[in-house]
């Protein structure tokens, strides 16, 4: 019934006179199923929660538990070179995938956590995630350069996620280039801000611009900048969820650009 009224109320073809009338049981009816429909969806988001605390706490405590005694075997000054090189892989294989499960953790939040929307200033936290990433790479050159007066509606804390899995996307491929450039323009159209993203580093081939903001899809090995996967698939879902689309881009004189819609600050 709920599906019948949805198409009839969608079908621009249907006049007035030809919406059909529903009894008081009806509404009652459909109100259950909406309800239904609600129940269901807070079961599920629930059962997300349950699973994102598992992987949280019971994947994160052996896996540490294997990069601190791994570290403490290759400390060992007896241990012999081939051991040693043996233990720091499986030291090394831990991070990752304590890396993973972290990325893992950031993609569920980003698909159920709460939205609380408020006027940001996309720019700021453009320049918060760029001495972030300083400070993790100092011996890193790079040039950030950002357009002001990028004032956005949406929540500061995802916008903040979007933007740091932007920008170290462009970071990370650029490990071949003797400095990082990164380039945080936008443009008002209507109500909303369309803000671009600009790197100059390895680039992609467009054939697979869908592909690569999908979950676990990988264009480029680890001696690119390739990672765990899932950056681009989390920044795309928190512009989803903003009611924007995040589009990829290759450039023709190399590097990538990476294109979203946000609703603009009146006035901005």
Known sequence: ?????????GDPS??????????????????????????ELAALRQEQATFAHGI??????????IESFAGLAAADAGLAAG?????????????????????????SRAGRAALDPDWVDLGLLVEWAG??????????EATIDVDPGLRVRGDAHLLKVLVQQLLDNAWKFSRTRDCVWIRVSGARAGARMHVAVRDAGCGFDM?????????FQRLHGPEQGGGHGLGL??????????????????????????????EAAPGG
């Open 207 to 215: 054939r697979y611009a869908e592909k690569m903001l999908q979950p």
């Open 233 to 262: 698939a989390i920044a795309q879902r928190i512009v989803a969820r903003h009611g924007g689309q995040l589009r990829a881009h290759a450039l023709a004189e190399g590097g990538s650009e990476f294109r979203f819609d946000l």
């Open 14 to 39: 249907m006049s007035d006179a030809r919406v059909p009338e529903f009894s008081i049981d009806d509404v009652a009816a459909l109100q259950r199923q909406l309800d239904a429909c609600r129940a």
């Open 83 to 107: 051991t040693r090189g043996h233990v720091e892989r499986v030291r090394a294989a831990a991070t990752r995938m304590s890396g993973l499960i972290e990325a893992l953790l950031e993609y």
């Open 131 to 140: 001495a972030e990433l300083r400070e993790a790479d100092p011996s890193r």
């Open 56 to 65: 949280s706490h019971d994947l994160r405590a052996p896996l540490r538990a």
């Open 1 to 9: 019934m709920l599906s019948t009224l949805v198409r009839g109320l």
